[in-house]
T-cell receptor
Framework: DTGVSQDPRHKITKRGQNVTFRCDPI?????LYWYRQTLGQGPEFLTYFQNEAQLEKSRLLSDRFSAERPKGSFSTLEIQRTEQGDSAMYLC???????????FGPGTRLLVL | QKEVEQDPGPLSVPEGAIVSLNCTYSNSAFQYFMWYRQYSRKGPELLMY????GNKEDGRFTAQVDKSSKYISLFIRDSQPSDSATYLCAMINSGGSNYKLTFGKGTLLTVNP
C-alpha cells in the first residue's frame, strides 16, 4: 500500500484551458474526497464519493468543475475554462467505511496564467 | 464568523520548547477532532484523532478537547526542528451524512535549532 497518489503534481495552464487531475486512493477505501487549498488557508471541501456515487458537492464547485469516480476506484477532477482564481492546491483524500480517518495525497498544484 | 478559527501565526520557538497550538469552533455538532501536519508543498498528514472531550497522548504530542468551551489544543513537548511545519486543526460534524473535514487556517510553526 503506497498511500494516496495524485497526478500530475504540478500543472501550469493558460486561462480558458481545460485541465484534468487524477487521484488514486488507498486500495479498498470506499470513500474519496476532493479538497482545495489556497495559500495561507486550510483545505476546503469540494466533493465526496462513496464507491462510484458522488454524494455531496460543495457550493465551491461551480458548473465548470466536474468529478467522476468510475467503477469506484480512481477519481478525476476536471476544470473547464480555467480562471486565475482556480489557482490552488487540489488535494484528494480517502477513507474506509469502518474508519473515517482521511489520508491525503500529495496534492496537485495548479497555476492558471 | 468562520466555523473553525485558528491563529495562523507564524510561531517561532527554540528547540526543546513546549509548543501550544489552539483552535476554537462555533458548531456544537462537531464531535471528531483532528490535528494534521503539513510540510511545505505536501499534503496534510494526520497526527492526532480524538472523539469528543478529553485528552489523548501519543509520544511528544498531546491533544486536548474541551467541548464546553469549544476549544481544542495540541501540545508538542521537546520540540525538534523537524516539527517545523503548518499545523491544521480539523473537525467532523457527526450529524452529517458524510465525513467532510472542516479545517482551520493552519498555524505555521518554526523550531529553531
Amino acid at each position: 500500500d503506497t498511500g494516496v497518489s495524485q497526478d500530475p503534481r504540478h500543472k501550469i495552464t493558460k486561462r480558458g484551458q481545460n485541465v484534468t487531475f487524477r487521484c488514486d486512493p488507498i486500495s479498498e477505501h470506499n470513500r474519496l474526497y476532493w479538497y482545495r487549498q489556497t495559500l495561507g488557508q486550510g483545505p476546503e471541501f469540494l466533493t465526496y464519493f462513496q464507491n462510484e456515487a458522488q454524494l455531496e458537492k460543495s457550493r465551491l464547485l461551480s458548473d465548470r468543475f466536474s468529478a467522476e469516480r468510475p467503477k469506484g476506484s480512481f477519481s478525476t477532477l476536471e476544470i473547464q475554462r480555467t480562471e486565475q482564481g482556480d489557482s490552488a492546491m487540489y488535494l484528494c483524500a480517502s477513507s474506509s467505511l469502518t474508519d473515517g480517518t482521511q489520508y491525503f495525497g500529495p496534492g496537485t498544484r495548479l497555476l492558471v496564467l | 464568523q468562520k466555523e473553525v478559527e485558528q491563529d495562523p501565526g507564524p510561531l517561532s520557538v527554540p528547540e526543546g520548547a513546549i509548543v501550544s497550538l489552539n483552535c476554537t469552533y462555533s458548531n456544537s455538532a462537531f464531535q471528531y477532532f483532528m490535528w494534521y501536519r503539513q510540510y511545505s508543498r505536501k499534503g496534510p498528514e494526520l497526527l492526532m484523532y480524538t472523539y469528543s472531550s478529553g485528552n489523548k497522548e501519543d509520544g511528544r504530542f498531546t491533544a486536548q478537547v474541551d467541548k464546553s468551551s469549544k476549544y481544542i489544543s495540541l501540545f508538542i513537548r521537546d520540540s525538534q526542528p523537524s516539527d517545523s511545519a503548518t499545523y491544521l486543526c480539523a473537525m467532523i460534524n457527526s450529524g452529517g451524512s458524510n465525513y467532510k473535514l472542516t479545517f482551520g487556517k493552519g498555524t505555521l510553526l518554526t523550531v529553531n535549532p
